[in-house]
């Protein structure tokens, strides 16, 4: 484990397992129509990645970035684009990717944004879940795990950039943090 880490919280293995069940979930949902998998930058890519893997059918891949925290746990509830899509989402049947759901700004800022778009369907996937931290409600369609109010890193998932290419996901030990949250 690595220092910095109070505990592992989900092994690299129960990681894979759930995954791999999201993947049969989302493929037997859509059955043959293709989707747009819309992976959010940069805290989803590992988990994207390995998803996609999971998927059996018609998959084209897009992405976004946002800006994210910096060097802070906490959300500024501000959401600013820094990439945009590629391609027109217009009619197509859209599935955003994400790494955690905590307060549920960003999440709730993309809805809107992709469906302004004209997605014809759009549903939200995200690998970690703090629930007890929302602040507006918003429904998650695929959900890998729920966890408690601890700050998370690994599998994607950072800190100041760092930590995204842990296998697993950790709890940050608080003193790692504490003089900048
Ligand atoms: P929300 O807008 O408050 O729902 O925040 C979602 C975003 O906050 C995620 O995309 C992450 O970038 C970040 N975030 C929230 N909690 C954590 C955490 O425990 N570890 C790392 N990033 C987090
Ligand atoms: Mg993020």
Known sequence: MHEHLKEILLSEGKIKSRVRELGEMIT???FNEEI???GIMKGAIIFYSDLAREIQGRVTMDFMAISSYGASTKSSGVVKIVKDLDKDIMNKHVIIVEDI???????SFLKENMLSRG??????CVLLDKVERRSVPIDVDYCGFTIPDEFVVGYGLDYAENYRNLPYVGILRPE???NNA
């Open 101 to 107: 759901i905590d307060s549920g700004l960003t999440l």
């Open 28 to 30: 037997n949902d859509y």
């Open 176 to 178: 790692i943090y504490k």
């Open 36 to 38: 747009v998998l819309i």
């Open 119 to 124: 997605a014809r369907t759009l549903r939200l």
